[in-house]
């Protein structure tokens, strides 16, 4: 977990520098090496290190427009996705996806830049392990701010009624964009909302890793054996804005302290030392994941940006005739699809 | 035909809409405004700045982010004679609450025999440019214009901007009301040069159905609307110089659609090139060519369209660049017409 968390601290501090690049002193959203927005996960990381840490390749994650630190935990393959954000060829998308939509099969880890869009998904997932009856699960993450949005309510009540294996995780920040969370809902405690749908809630209270890992053994393993879907809520801090650029004119300073006081990374640190960890061996943990973080960013940069004719392709999986210039047919046998 | 601009103040488009809504709110107790981040923020496109320290949290609402609930909740107070202006902060994000839009929305003054007034405005950002990807970049003009029942605007200008928006508080019939992130005059993203003008202090309307020749010429019509008004009257600058004279036809809104003002130019250019950051099939571009072949088809020489190619926006920025039509790509379509 240690290693999760600190490994997607250094990356998004580098992306933030990369980001950064070409935007200063002015900042122009579309200039530099990484345009677009960029929402950066800094103070979410105990959450996906403590839940992922329970999962397998074969388990299934779906993350909301905030999705470095889980994907980090989930295994997905660092240099390509980092490829990706820096729009290349060789990214986890061909760069068509970008930092919000971000798919590594090879790990069942998919993104939706859509507020809550990804836990139907999720129930997809879990419904498809139950129908072939495998012990694989799924876990969709959201932030508090999507917890109103139709589309989660409607998949806790079918994950509910079906008793799936499907973990929903809910990222409490405080904040959805300049939104504090007092202004969406009137419910502090949002694992409450699963008793409306007659499943199991729990809420872990401070970005505590142990907790979360706790919490989460439970939830991962209440649906790995059969026992149904679980909605488990993360207390998180949001150390930045929102997104880069935004300059948090709406969020009280006293906030911005109490969030950057309180940091999940350092409190395991000191948990770690304290159960006789090594200052060196921590420190031997930060340096590799520095270097594997550096390496993938280096390796990113260097990669080739796409051929612009490729903006034509992969629309479809199966390409009707015509659809793309350079290969205006299926060669005959070569898998129509249905075979 | 093209506006005379009196004033000397120059607005940027945001400011513009914004000083027609905080002048409605002020005459009318029964305009309110709601949506994401509309509050504090000031709308993430600032097309709410600084409604909420004249007006109060009650009449600019931060609401939950469950677009059904809010916007169906603007249908439901419209329909109760009150003049919300509801914003979707994306384009994109229609999908989560199209019921609202469609079913309800649209729909009810016609299900209802016309007993049933829905007088709200929804704002919405579209448009790409920027690198943000196929869930954010979005316009879907012809989406919304192809779905009847609401009319739908799209400025390219500050003057525009503003007089449309008097025109949209005001109409007793939904409006969806698009704006171009890029012609807003934000910080962060430039605009071109074009889309801050004059605007006159006081209030003033611009009828929907009636498009604004933004420049004139003899040898072809550019027909296009926001942002793309911008990209053609650069090329046309550009085609002038090869002694190539475009007329550029901004159409300000899609429904109603001044079908006029486009065959009038047409017959007396014969050449026609439609431009759109949306999709090609089945959208604007197809619409305004049909349009003109019904109509004045004796008088059509050459028809180019440029638009989306059928995909989704791509990320990555040589990718971006080949999907979106650019003011290159536009001089190259009018040339090829002659
Ligand atoms: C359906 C939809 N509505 C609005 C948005 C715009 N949006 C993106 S992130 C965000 C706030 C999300 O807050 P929260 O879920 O708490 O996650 P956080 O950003 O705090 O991690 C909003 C409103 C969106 N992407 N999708």
Known sequence: MYEDMVTARYYEERLQEEYLEGKQPAFDISAGPIPGELHLAAGHEASGAGVCIHLRDDDTVTAPHRPHHVAIAKGVDLKRMTAEIFGRETGLGKGKGGHMHLFDPDVNFACSGIIAQGCPPAVGAALAAKKRNTDSVAVAFLGEGAIDQGGFLESLNFASVHDLPVVFVVEDNDWAISMPKERITDVEDGSRRAEGFDMHGARVDHDDACDVYEAAEEAVGRARDGNGPTLLEVQVHRRMGHFMGDAEGYRPDADVERHQARDSIERLAADLRGDGVDEADLEAIRSDAETRVDEAIEWAKEQPEPDPEAAHEDAFTNPPNGVTEEEPAIAAGDGGGDD | ?338
């Open chain 2, 1 to 338: 035909m093209a506006q005379t601009q009196v004033s000397e103040r120059e607005l940027t488009m945001s400011r513009a809409m914004v000083e027609a809504v905080a002048h409605e709110m002020r005459e009318n107790e029964e305009v309110f405004l709601m949506g994401e981040d509309v509050a504090d923020y000031g709308g993430i496109f600032s097309s709410t700045d600084g409604l909420r320290e004249e007006f109060g949290y009650d009449r600019v609402m931060d609401v939950p982010i469950a677009e059904t609930s809010y916007i169906g909740a603007g249908v439901g107070a419209a329909q109760a004679g009150m003049r919300p202006i509801v914003e979707l902060m994306f384009v994109d994000f229609f999908g989560v609450a199209m019921d609202q839009i469609y079913n309800n929305m649209a729909k009810n003054t016609y299900m209802s025999g016309g007993s049933v007034s829905v007088p709200m405005v929804l704002t919405t950002a579209v448009g790409g440019t920027y690198n943000d990807a196929a869930q954010h970049s979005q316009t879907l003009y012809g989406t919304f214009a192809h779905l009847p029942g609401m009319k739908v605007v799209v400025p390219s200008t500050a003057y525009d901007a503003k007089g449309l928006m008097h025109n949209a508080i005001r109409d007793d019939d939904p409006v969806v009301y698009m704006f171009h992130k890029r012609l807003m005059g934000l910080g962060w993203m430039p605009a071109p040069d074009g889309p801050k003008t004059g605007v006159p202090e006081e209030e003033y309307t611009i009828p929907f159905g009636v498009a604004d020749v933004k420049r004139e010429g003899a040898d072809a019509t550019v027909v296009t609307l926001g942002l793309h008004v911008h990209r053609a009257l650069e090329a046309a600058e550009a085609l002038a110089e090869d002694g190539i004279d475009a007329e550029v036809i901004d159409l300000r809104t899609l429904t109603p659609l001044d079908t006029e003002t486009v065959l009038e130019s047409v017959r007396k250019t014969g050449r026609l090139v439609v431009v759109d950051e949306d999709y090609r099939s089945y959208g604007v571009t197809g619409e305004i060519v049909a349009t003109a072949a019904e109509d004045a088809l004796a008088d059509l020489e050459a028809v180019r369209r440029l638009a989306l190619p059928d995909v989704p926006i791509p990320y990555s920025r040589p990718l971006e660049n080949e999907v979106l039509p650019g003011a290159d790509d536009i001089a190259a379509a009018v040339r090829d017409v002659q």
